[in-house]
C-alpha cells in the first residue's frame, strides 16, 4: 500500500472591510481572517475517506507577511478537532522559518530564497518539501473549497500511480472538477454566450470546457492529458524529487507543472473516475470569475511558458510540442497568442480603468521580456531542486521535527 501525503493549502486575506496592500499577493479567492472559510468543511469530508495510510498536511499562507502568524493561529483551531480522524500536520510561517534555520546550518543559504510561503508556485513546492520529508510514495493535492464525496478516494488515486501504460511511467494523475450540481462542462447556456467570441482569452472557458470533453470522452481508464487541476492531482515520488513547479509563473502552475514535467519525460494520464466537488467561495461554477487581473497573469504566464518551450531543447531531449497540449493550453502557447493578449487588454479593461500605466501592446512586450529573463532560470532552479529534496531529506533534524509535530499538539512549533 503506497503512503500517501494530502496536501492542502488554505488561503488567508485581511478581515472584511479591510483595503488590501501594497504588498499583497494575489490569490483567486482567500478567506478573510474574521470568517470561517471552507476548510472545516473540505476536512469533515475526509473522514469518511477508506484508506489505511494517509497524512494531512495543511499549508497555511496569508495575502501579506503581517498576517500570517494570525492566519496560522485561525488555521491551527480549525484543524485540531480533527487530530483524532487522521494524522494532520499545519506548515505555516513558524515551519518555514525552521527549514530556513537548518539550511543555514548547512551552509546552503542560496537555496532560502527559492523555499517561501508567497506566490502559488512557491506554496505548492512548500507541499512538495513537507511531503518528501514524511516519506510519501504519493502526494495528492487538494483545495480547501472542495469536498470528497467518494469513500474511495484515494484508492482510486492511487490504483495506477507509478504502475507503466504502453511501456509509459504514470508520473501524474489528473482527476475531475465537479460543481455541486455533479457536473464537468460547461452548459449550453454558458457555451452559447461565448459561441461568438473570436478572442482566445474571451474563449478561454469555452476551450477548457473542450479540453476536459476530449479526455472524458475516451473508453479508455487513463489518457494522456494535456491539463491537470491543482486541487485534484497525484504526483509520484519519482517526478516530485525531481519536477519542481516553477516560481516565475504567474497563474495556472497545475497546468505549467505537467510542462514542466513533460520537460524531463514525466507524464500525467486522466482518471475520470477521481472526483472532487468544487465549491469555491465567489462562484457558483467549477472555475472562479475571470477578472481583468487575471487576465493580465494569464498573458504574462501565456506568454512565459511559450518562451520556456521554445528554449526546451537546450535543457531537455525530451520533444513537447504544442501539439500535444491542444486545446487547452496548446490554443494560449502559439506565436498569436500576443495579438490575442493585446486585443483582450482592450476589449475587457473595467470601465472604471480610464487610463492604465502602459499601453497594451507595451504590457505584451514586457510579458515576452520576462519571459527571456526568467525561463533559463527555471531550468538552474530545477537543477538545484534536485539538490534541495537529497540534502533536506538527510536532515534527521528535519524528519524528527515534522514526526514531533504529528505526534504533539498539531501545528504547535518546535524549535530542534
Do not use: C
Given at each position: 500500500m503506497l503512503k500517501v501525503v494530502v496536501v492542502v493549502p488554505t488561503y488567508w486575506r485581511w478581515e472584511r472591510g479591510k483595503l488590501a496592500q501594497s504588498d499583497d499577493i494575489i490569490y483567486d479567492h482567500p478567506i478573510p481572517l474574521d470568517q470561517p472559510g471552507t476548510l472545516d468543511r473540505l476536512l469533515e469530508s475526509l473522514k469518511g475517506v477508506d484508506y489505511p495510510d494517509f497524512q494531512v498536511v495543511i499549508v497555511t499562507v496569508a495575502t501579506n507577511p503581517a498576517l500570517e502568524k494570525a492566519a496560522e493561529e485561525k488555521t491551527r483551531k480549525i484543524i485540531r478537532k480533527f487530530k483524532n480522524d487522521f494524522q494532520i500536520l499545519q506548515f505555516g510561517i513558524s515551519d518555514l522559518n525552521v527549514i530556513h534555520q537548518h539550511l543555514q546550518k548547512l551552509r546552503l543559504e542560496s537555496y532560502i530564497p527559492f523555499i517561501n510561503l508567497r506566490g502559488y508556485s512557491n506554496v505548492r513546492n512548500i507541499g512538495l518539501i513537507v511531503s518528501h520529508l514524511l516519506g510519501s510514495d504519493v502526494i495528492v493535492g487538494l483545495d480547501?473549497?472542495?469536498?470528497?464525496?467518494?469513500?474511495?478516494?484515494?484508492?482510486?488515486?492511487?490504483?495506477?500511480?507509478?504502475?507503466?501504460?504502453?511501456?509509459?511511467?504514470?508520473?501524474?494523475?489528473?482527476?475531475?472538477?465537479?460543481?455541486?450540481?455533479?457536473?464537468?462542462?460547461?452548459?449550453?447556456?454558458?457555451?452559447?454566450?461565448?459561441?461568438?467570441?473570436?478572442?482566445?482569452?474571451?474563449?478561454?472557458?469555452?476551450?477548457?470546457?473542450?479540453?476536459?470533453?476530449?479526455?472524458?470522452?475516451?473508453?479508455?481508464?487513463?489518457?494522456?492529458?494535456?491539463?491537470?487541476?491543482?486541487?485534484?492531482?497525484?504526483?509520484?515520488?519519482?517526478?516530485?524529487?525531481?519536477?519542481?513547479?516553477?516560481?516565475y509563473i504567474t497563474r495556472g502552475e497545475d497546468i505549467d507543472y505537467l510542462i514542466n514535467g513533460k520537460i524531463l519525460g514525466y507524464h500525467f494520464f486522466f482518471d475520470k473516475d477521481l472526483q472532487i466537488i468544487h465549491l469555491p467561495p465567489d462562484s457558483s461554477g467549477i472555475h472562479s470569475a475571470y477578472t481583468y487581473p487575471k487576465l493580465?497573469?494569464?498573458?504574462?504566464?501565456?506568454?512565459?511558458?511559450?518562451?520556456?518551450?521554445?528554449?526546451?531543447?537546450?535543457?531537455?531531449?525530451?520533444?513537447?510540442?504544442?501539439?500535444?497540449?491542444?486545446?487547452?493550453?496548446?490554443?494560449?502557447?502559439?506565436?498569436?497568442?500576443?495579438?490575442?493578449?493585446?486585443?483582450?487588454?482592450?476589449?475587457?479593461?473595467?470601465?472604471?480603468?480610464?487610463?492604465?500605466?502602459?499601453?497594451?501592446?507595451?504590457?505584451?512586450?514586457?510579458?515576452?521580456?520576462?519571459?527571456?529573463?526568467?525561463?533559463?532560470?527555471?531550468?538552474?532552479?530545477?537543477?538545484?531542486?534536485?539538490?534541495?529534496?537529497?540534502?533536506?531529506?538527510?536532515?534527521?533534524?528535519?524528519?524528527?521535527?515534522?514526526?514531533?509535530?504529528?505526534?504533539?499538539?498539531?501545528?504547535?512549533?518546535?524549535?530542534?
Open positions: 480547501d473549497d472542495e469536498i470528497i464525496v467518494d469513500k474511495n478516494y484515494l484508492r482510486i488515486a492511487t490504483r495506477f500511480i507509478g504502475k507503466r501504460l504502453n511501456h509509459e511511467f504514470i508520473a501524474g494523475i489528473a482527476g475531475l472538477y465537479l460543481d455541486k450540481q455533479r457536473n464537468y462542462k460547461l452548459s449550453q447556456k454558458e457555451i452559447q454566450a461565448k459561441a461568438g467570441e473570436k478572442n482566445l482569452f474571451q474563449r478561454k472557458e469555452v476551450i477548457m470546457n473542450d479540453a476536459v470533453l476530449a479526455v472524458t470522452k475516451s473508453r479508455d481508464k487513463l489518457v494522456k492529458t494535456p491539463f491537470v487541476f491543482g486541487g485534484n492531482m497525484v504526483i509520484h515520488r519519482k517526478m516530485f524529487e525531481h519536477v519542481p513547479f516553477d516560481p493580465k497573469q494569464d498573458i504574462i504566464r501565456f506568454v512565459y511558458e511559450s518562451h520556456k518551450l521554445a528554449i526546451t531543447s537546450m535543457y531537455s531531449q525530451h520533444n513537447v510540442t504544442l501539439e500535444e497540449l491542444d486545446p487547452y493550453p496548446g490554443y494560449f502557447l502559439r506565436k498569436e497568442v500576443e495579438e490575442h493578449a493585446v486585443e483582450a487588454l482592450y476589449k475587457m479593461r473595467p470601465k472604471e480603468i480610464e487610463v492604465e500605466e502602459i499601453s497594451p501592446e507595451e504590457f505584451v512586450a514586457n510579458a515576452k521580456h520576462r519571459a527571456q529573463q526568467l525561463a533559463p532560470e527555471y531550468f538552474k532552479f530545477q537543477r538545484k531542486w534536485i539538490k534541495i529534496m537529497e540534502v533536506l531529506k538527510e536532515d534527521n533534524g528535519l524528519v524528527e521535527y515534522l514526526s514531533l509535530i504529528h505526534i504533539s499538539e498539531p501545528t504547535r512549533p518546535l524549535y530542534i
